[in-house]
């Protein structure tokens, strides 16, 4: 028979049952349990199994010991007494306390007695010792290791731990583009990215944008000139959100993914400056970025007001 006893098997053998079924049955973000409430049930009869055998082994050991002579039986009881459940935990459990049993304490009692109190004379225990050696040793090392020999400082340490979540966040960020909404868009440059814009733009917008941006139904995408604001915040808020009512601009966002209007938007904007074979005329106003960190003198001079305010359009002439 095993050592372990039922208490420690039941579990120890449901859980790890437990535990396979959640690794193999996949169920997406949810654990299986929550996700199948049928495997709620399988659990339930894995338990009840569980317990049927343990019942049954019990009852044939029942049986076996019935059937086993007077001196057997003795035999049998005298070598199960023996058997004594973790018997290392015990032994190391007496070696780090070391403590004394009550009938051997006269051992080391003390010979003073106040009003009855008396006092035993135990050794340090061993597992309160071995860790005193531990922080003496940790404390050596520790204070050759940076105090001596200086290897890294709390500064040094917190710029490591800053480069490290910056990586982490490029990273996140590489798998996360479709993360991206309005205030968070930026110009994607890649040139996959710029590719798979240009495909999402001929296949839905070339109708009425023209495939070099020159403009049809909708406005001339070249010049410098925007309808609803120029920049990749605003044209991303434009293809997502469509243009003024009845204009013919629809939005996008239901059938375009957050990744896929940032491509289209980056991809637009590259048309900026180029000459289209037969350019609409301009519409709208001249944009200037807000955020352009060379605002030229020009600019600063004509339209101080709005550049002061949080505007986006800055009114020319
Ligand atoms: C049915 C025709 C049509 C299609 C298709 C279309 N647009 Fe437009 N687009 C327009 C019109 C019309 C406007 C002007 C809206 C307004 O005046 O409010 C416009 C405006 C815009 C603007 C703003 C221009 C400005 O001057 O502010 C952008 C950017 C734009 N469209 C991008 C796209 C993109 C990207 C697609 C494809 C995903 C697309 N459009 C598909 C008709 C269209």
């Not at 317990?51 to 059937?67: D, Y």
């Not at 049998?76 to 973790?86: P, R, V």
């Not at 590259?270 to 001249?286: D, L, M, S, V, Y």
Request: charged share 25%; glycine share 8%.
């Amino acid at each position: 028979m095993s050592r372990t006893p039922w208490w420690v098997r039941i579990p120890v053998l449901f859980f790890i049952i437990f535990g396979l079924m959640e690794y193999f049955v996949d169920s997406g973000d949810k654990p299986a349990i929550i996700e199948y409430p049928i495997t709620q049930f399988f659990m339930l009869m894995v338990l009840l199994i569980l317990i049927a055998i343990e019942v049954i082994l019990k009852s044939i050991e029942n049986v076996m010991f019935q059937t086993l002579t007077p001196e057997a039986q003795e035999r049998y009881l005298a070598a199960k007494d023996k058997k004594i459940e973790f018997k290392w935990l015990n032994s190391l459990y007496k070696k780090l306390t070391s403590s004394r049993s009550i009938e051997r304490e006269g051992e080391i009692i003390l010979d003073h007695n106040y009003d009855g109190i008396r006092e035993l004379d135990n050794v340090l225990p061993p597992w309160w010792v071995y860790l005193f050696y531990v922080t003496i040793i940790f404390g050596v090392v520790y204070l050759i290791r940076f105090h001596i020999v200086g290897d890294y400082d709390q500064e040094l340490e917190y710029e490591q731990e800053v480069a490290a979540a910056q990586l982490a966040i490029e990273e996140y960020k590489k798998t996360a583009k479709n993360l991206v909404d309005v205030n968070t868009v930026e110009v994607l440059t890649e040139a996959g990215d710029l590719s798979a814009g240009e495909k999402i733009f001929t296949a839905n917008c070339v109708v009425c944008h023209m495939a070099d941006g020159g403009g049809g139904i909708g406005p001339n995408l070249t010049d410098e000139y925007w309808i609803l604001g120029g920049g990749i915040k605003n044209v991303f808020q434009t293809i997502s959100e469509g243009g003024r009512d009845g204009k013919g601009m629809v939005a996008w966002k239901n059938s375009l993914k957050p990744l896929e209007m940032a491509q289209v938007a980056s991809y637009i904007l590259q048309f900026q400056g180029t000459t289209p074979a037969n350019p609409k005329a301009p519409e709208g106003e001249i944009w200037i970025d807000p955020d352009a960190p060379e605002a030229t003198e020009e600019n600063l001079e004509e339209a101080p007001g709005e550049q002061a305010k949080d505007s986006t359009i800055v009114a020319m002439n």
